[in-house]
């Protein structure tokens, strides 16, 4: 089992541009989130989705939207990227239990 | 909605050392409680989680937190840390929602 996928593991952009952060899971699990991690702020909650066909705003939502495509795979995208959207982007998936399960990351850095 | 607070941002220790990383949640309603370790430049690995049952859970590498209702801490403790054992550690917090709540990371920086 891969666990959670992300790609691209980095990207640059720059203000203005948009792109689309995928995110894949083979756990079967019915929960999946997108995190930004900034030094010093811990993991803040983007979007989540509890189940397939629903997404919800988490802490800090602004500038960003959500697909959940399908019960496997979740996506996160940057309409005009900004640099205070420069982080580090983590999705997770959870199951029964509640503890979530993390992917490896995508860098982004906005000029 | 519940909060997380770890009271260290940084902990330096010596090698073949003890160590507590402390974590303390704002309320003492059902929780469940998690610590997860973030190696330089990787996710984040679920390290250890308390659901219900005994207050103290141990890891797979020798790490062991204790819930403490009374006091709302899950305090994460090692009797003797290697240098691989440098990372950042997070506790978080999840009540009756989907998502959890994380503390702002304690740096742990193992040195010979």
């Known amino acids: 089992n891969a666990g959670v996928t992300q790609t691209p593991k980095f990207q640059v952009l720059k203000t203005g541009q948009s792109m689309t952060l995928q995110c894949a899971q083979d756990?079967?699990?019915?929960?999946m989130y997108w995190y930004r991690q900034d030094p010093g702020m811990g993991l803040r909650l983007i979007y989540y989705s509890a189940s397939e066909g629903t997404t919800d705003k988490g802490e800090v939502p602004n500038g960003y939207n959500v697909s959940r495509l399908n019960k496997r795979e979740f996506s996160l995208r940057l309409e005009s990227a900004a640099p205070s959207q420069t982080s580090v982007y983590f999705c997770?998936?959870?199951?029964?239990?509640?503890?979530?399960?993390f992917g490896p990351g995508t860098r982004l850095t906005v000029l | 909605a519940q909060s997380v607070t770890q009271l260290d941002s940084q902990v330096p220790v010596f090698e073949e050392a003890p160590v507590e990383l402390r974590c303390n949640y704002s309320s003492s309603v059902s929780v469940y409680l998690f610590w997860y370790v973030q190696y330089p430049n990787q996710g984040l690995q679920l390290l250890l989680k308390?659901?219900?049952?005994?207050?103290l859970v141990e890891s797979i590498n020798g790490f062991e937190a204790e819930f403490n209702k009374s006091q709302t801490s899950f305090h994460l403790r090692k009797p003797s840390v290697h240098i691989s054992d440098t990372a950042e550690y997070f506790c978080a917090v999840k009540n009756s929602g989907y998502a959890l709540n994380f503390g702002k990371g304690t740096s742990l920086l193992v040195t010979p």
């Open positions: 997770a998936s959870s199951g029964a239990g509640g503890a979530q399960f």
């Open positions: 308390y659901l219900s049952g005994s207050t």
């Open positions: 756990m079967n699990h019915n929960s």
